[in-house]
């Protein structure tokens, strides 16, 4: 792709722009300091009722009621009375994040944040040439450099500082020309993005039928069928058992302390730990200064099974990871529970792909009652109904699961690869074309 830049046609002839950052530009091209090209806007709403936007790196500016789950309060504040008034076309800037690019050209009339900075073209210039050429890599670097502050998440743009930034002016017609480039070309380059994207999704959920169809079927489909007496579960191998998690082993919520507790001594599992891989690290980066009797209650062995345990939200209760290799003296978080199964019942490989099904996921979501923050307890863990195929198909549902998931994660790779190549090759097509690199007819 980056192959097709350049072979792209050049302007005639270049010079130095005489901005070190800027370097060589068209000849004919000139660079203005933004105070020259926009004018700030400081108009507050009387009442607050207009629409409320907001501003991001990804999307630019949007409508904030856009954004916001069902039952959610668009903003915490008592009242918008003050805050400043948007018009379309005027440009956003969150100054606490202009250096990543969360600045962008408003389409819609409304208000935003007092904390934000609204700027409108004096005229005689392209929104759409400055959408693109502001939230460049190039002109992100620049609004670093020249925002005050001691550390990235301090950073302020402040408007004198955003005024002193140089800004490149193709004549009339090439920013025209330019916008509407860069428009055609990005959104078949976004096109290309979501079908990749699309395809991404189809092959996980193909991964979560292969694992939900395995772990309650097998792998011998002639296998004589019954029912399971689960009704989310359906039919399964006639051999197979079915028994309550509490007949098969133990559970034990994690260890709960003050801070003064972590940050140094023995390996601690955290939520996290468990929140994001479905089997444990070897190697956690948590540390606690666990005692020998911690170490004994709490320990973390082969086999167990970690469930996150409490949460803001259902949908973050019950993930399940496993230990396939014992975490010597480590000790776990209080928002977890550990399930450690009676030896020979469960093979932690199979573990792993039963306890991360999807039908659990709908069985924790629809049993858990959600009161002020929610909270999954050992007797609901308990009463899990956990499928038991003799011990060695275990091991081969687990070899199956393990080589055919190593397909579809190869897939999914060769997805996400070629659409960050895809989104390289946006950002560095609108910086070859805002900045002369590449010559777009006019």
Known sequence: MIEQLVAMPKYEAYKDSGVEWLGEIPEHWSVKRTKYLFKEIYERSNKGTEELLSVSQYTG??????????????????????????????????????WNGSLGFSPFNGITSPAYSIYRLNGGGSERYFHYLLRTDLYKAEYKRKSSGVIESRLRLYTEDFFD?????????????IAAFLDQKTAQIDQAVAIKEKQIALLKERKQILIQNTVTRGLN???????????????????????????IGNTQNGISAGADYF???????????????????????????????????????????????????????????????????????????????????????FSKYYFNAPMLRLYFVKEMNLVIRASLSQELLKSLPVLLPPFYEQKNIYDHIETESAKIDQAISIQQQQIDKLKEYKATLINSAVTGKIFVNY
């Open 165 to 177: 930034v140089w800004c490149l002016l193709p004549l009339l017609s090439e920013q025209t020309a």
């Open 263 to 349: 940050g140094s001594g023995y390996p601690f599992v955290s939520y996290g730990d468990v929140y994001n891989n479905r089997e444990l690290p070897i190697a956690v980066k948590g540390l606690a200064k666990s005692s020998d009797n911690d170490r004994k209650q709490y320990s973390i062995e082969k086999g167990d099974v970690l469930f996150t345990r409490t949460s803001e939200t259902i949908e973050e209760i019950g993930f399940a990871s496993v230990c396939m290799k014992t975490i010597l003296n480590s000790t776990f978080s209080g928002f977890l529970i550990r399930f450690r199964p009676k030896t020979g019942e469960l093979f932690e490989g």
């Open 221 to 247: 489909l002639g296998a004589p069928m019954r029912d399971s007496g689960v009704e989310w579960i359906g039919e399964i191998p006639q051999h197979w058992q079915v028994k309550r998690l509490r007949l």
């Open 61 to 98: 500016v949007t409508k904030k009621s856009d954004r916001v789950e069902e039952g959610d309060l668009l903003t915490n504040a008592a009242s918008l009375e003050g805050y400043k008034k948007v018009s379309i076309g005027d440009l956003v800037s969150n100054i606490m994040l202009a």
